[in-house]
């Protein structure tokens, strides 16, 4: 702080030797002075940026959503991102609605009771490069029509 109006009181002085008036010379000063402690209060101070919220990464997200269209796409079949995204709901909504885990021998028959087999076939493979996209909408279907067993009507406990 000591230095910038040592600073603005050689700018008053020189403006003064070349011929400004006092009063001016002593506005130039004021001007010089205010101008560095600003500079040095906006340097020292804390950082006068926006803070960047925290990117979320939900699955699902809109994001996630953008990404998987695109890759849909592409020729050659579904790319196996867009599968696995697919297997990671599936094993998420059996594990949660429906205590099964998808990767369990044991089961099997119970997930084929909530799921068609073929989407089941298409969910345990571990590589099927060559899914189609109609097989694929198939699968999405499938897996967005989980549901728990108290959402069903009474219509449909019934034989």
């Known amino acids: 702080m000591a230095g910038v109006l040592v600073l603005a009181v050689i700018a008053s002085g020189v403006v003064w030797f070349f011929g400004v008036g006092v009063p001016l010379s002593l506005a130039v000063g004021g001007v010089v002075a ?4 600003t500079w040095t209060a906006i340097r020292d101070g804390p950082s006068l940026a926006w803070p ?5 990464s939900a ?3 809109r994001r996630d959503l953008s990404e998987t269209a695109w890759a849909l796409r592409s020729r050659g079949g579904v ?4 599968l696995a995204r697919v297997r990671a709901v599936a094993r998420r909504r ?3 609605l429906h205590r099964l885990d998808l990767d369990d021998p ?4 119970a997930i084929e009771a909530v799921l068609p087999p073929a989407v089941v076939a298409v969910l345990r493979s571990e590589r099927r490069p060559e899914l189609d996209l109609a097989a694929f909408g198939t699968v999405l279907t499938a897996v967005e029509s989980l549901a728990p067993l108290t ?3 009474t219509t ?3 034989p």
Do not use: I, K
């Open 151 to 153: 959402d069903r009507t």
């Open 94 to 96: 059996l594990r949660t």
């Open 156 to 158: 449909e406990r019934q």
């Open 34 to 37: 205010a101008v560095g402690l």
């Open 79 to 82: 790319p196996e991102r867009a």
């Open 52 to 56: 960047v919220p925290p990117v979320r």
């Open 106 to 109: 044991d089961d099997r028959a």
């Open 59 to 61: 699955p699902g997200a």
